[in-house]
């Protein structure tokens, strides 16, 4: 590859979820270039092609390549999330919803969680959740979609996916749109006096060569490692190195609302037919874990070991990588597939052409990085202000912060600012729903609030909670919603 000029071909290398979304949207959104994809063997340890629960940007993602609810939803068999249920983060407190939609509205010149602060001080405050359309109706199983104009009007909804289906269909898109599937796997990579890849060499003696190459072959990264390996390591903030996955049938499909229980080791999850453990193997082992996840019938697959950290140049070159070829972190939050998209998206803004010039890839990792970085600081941020008395808990909580997610807590524990960060990926509410539901509260109210006489707050705070309670009955039972779209589908 050399010159200037637009690019013209992109190999994706990469068997699972990852890889078949980046073709999928590179062949969709850049119909110009020629995209084969290199389908090796899926990596067990890619999380983001493990994990069955996704945060809203999917169906996003998906909507933006022309495939809507019915193709991207229904007929893959996913179920609606509206959030997740954390239990026994803090001992003492009762559980506490993260939605994704909004928690009240602003108040006069300050947010609702201020507001929501100065009235808890004062004994007078439901729980935060209360004032959360999302997080009321996911407590009670039901579902509607976001209405506008109704008080079910802006929340957004992840899935939770059939992996097997869903992946069947994406590959079936892909494919129609013009992606050429190579089966394979990669032997050798030849990198040239560059840094660039010049070509890789399969084990089937194939020699292929493209001016792009996307790496979305997971934590081995099989491209963008013959490279180089730099990576920041963050396990000093995320203790779980292990991930345990299982499979319950238990016939009553997924909760639109997936809890996630703290054990004395990490947490657990159970979001359908998948559940799952998140560990730290100095505390907990393996045996002990898969002992656990069984418990309640679940068939328990081998143990995944986990790194977190991430690459600080994910774009080195001529090669990307994308997904956990880039960052991996344990699947609190839900983060390893919506980070991959996200990449995706930049990469298909910023598509460079064959110069490859360094000052793109700069702000493309620059961008990368920060949005990981404030991924990794909301998941810290459960660990760091959780209160459990176990050793691993005691010693997460006295790790000193990454200094980006020290001032966030220092602003936050002071008054309950929540300072701006470009790339963020949750919500100032989430924040808020977050550190308000474990426990961690201001030390003092803001002054913006005291421009609303407590009362008129109360009033509007009582109004909204009736309100909700209210629509609630109107709205029907997931599992209702979900099989009146098959009906409509049938017809």
């Not at 919803?97 to 201020?114: D, E, K, Q, R, S």
């Not at 084990?203 to 920041?232: K, V």
């Amino acid at each position: 590859m050399t010159g200037a000029g637009p690019i013209r071909d992109v190999l994706v290398v990469g068997g699972g979820l990852t890889a078949w979304c980046a073709a999928a949207a590179l062949k969709r959104r850049a119909p110009f270039l020629d995209v084969t994809l290199l389908a090796t063997p899926p990596a067990r340890d890619a999380l983001a092609d493990r994990i069955a629960c996704t945060l809203p940007s999917l169906p996003g993602f998906q909507a933006d390549l022309g495939i809507g609810v019915d193709d991207g939803v229904t007929r893959t068999g996913a179920g609606y999330r509206l959030g997740t249920r954390f239990i026994g983060w803090a001992e003492g407190l009762p559980d506490y919803v993260h939605a994704y939609g909004p928690y009240g509205h602003a108040i006069g010149p300050a947010a609702f969680h201020l507001h929501w602060v100065r009235a808890a001080r004062d004994g007078v405050a439901r729980p935060f959740d209360s004032y959360s359309p999302a997080a009321r109706i996911a407590r009670e199983g039901r579902f509607v979609p976001p209405a506008p104009g109704s008080i079910f009007g802006a929340h957004d909804f992840g899935l939770t996916l059939d992996l097997t289906r869903h992946m069947a269909m994406i590959r079936a898109f892909a494919l129609h749109i013009g992606v050429r599937e190579m089966a394979g796997t990669v032997a050798e990579v030849r990198v040239d006096a560059r840094g660039h890849i010049a070509a890789l060499t399969t084990e089937q003696d194939r020699t292929l060569s493209a001016d792009l190459f996307l790496d979305a072959s997971g934590p081995a990264a099989t491209l963008r490692s013959a490279i180089d390996d730099d990576r920041q390591d963050w396990s000093e903030w995320l203790p779980c190195d292990r991930v345990l996955l299982g499979t319950r049938v238990s016939g009553e499909g997924a909760p639109v609302l997936t809890d996630v229980t703290a054990h004395a080791a990490g947490w657990c999850w159970s979001s359908g037919e998948q559940v799952g453990l998140a560990y730290a193997s100095q505390h907990l082992s393996d045996a002990d874990a898969a002992a656990m996840l069984s418990r309640d019938g679940a068939v328990v697959d081998a143990p995944i070991a986990i790194r977190a950290g991430t690459r600080l140049q994910p774009w080195r070159g001529n090669c990307i990588a994308v997904g956990d070829a880039a960052t991996q972190v344990e699947p609190l939050e839900w983060c390893n597939l919506h980070l991959a998209l996200s990449a995706i998206d930049r990469l298909i803004a910023m598509l460079p052409d064959r110069a490859m010039a360094p000052v793109e890839a700069a702000d493309f990792n620059r961008q990368t990085l920060a949005e990981a970085d404030r991924v990794r600081d909301f998941l810290a941020a459960h660990y760091r202000t959780a209160r459990r008395p176990e050793p691993m808990w005691q010693a997460v909580a006295r790790a000193e912060p990454p200094a980006c997610l020290a001032h966030t807590l220092s602003q936050f524990a002071e008054r309950g600012r929540l300072p701006f960060y470009e790339e963020e990926t949750f919500a100032r509410d989430g924040w808020a729903a977050m550190l308000l539901g474990q426990g961690f509260l201001p030390r003092r109210v803001d002054p913006l609030v005291h421009g609303v006489p407590p009362h008129e707050v109360q009033a509007v705070m009582t109004r909204l909670s009736d309100a909700i309670a209210a629509a609630l009955p109107q709205s029907p039972a997931h599992a209702e919603w979900r099989a009146g779209q098959m009906r409509r589908l049938a017809r």
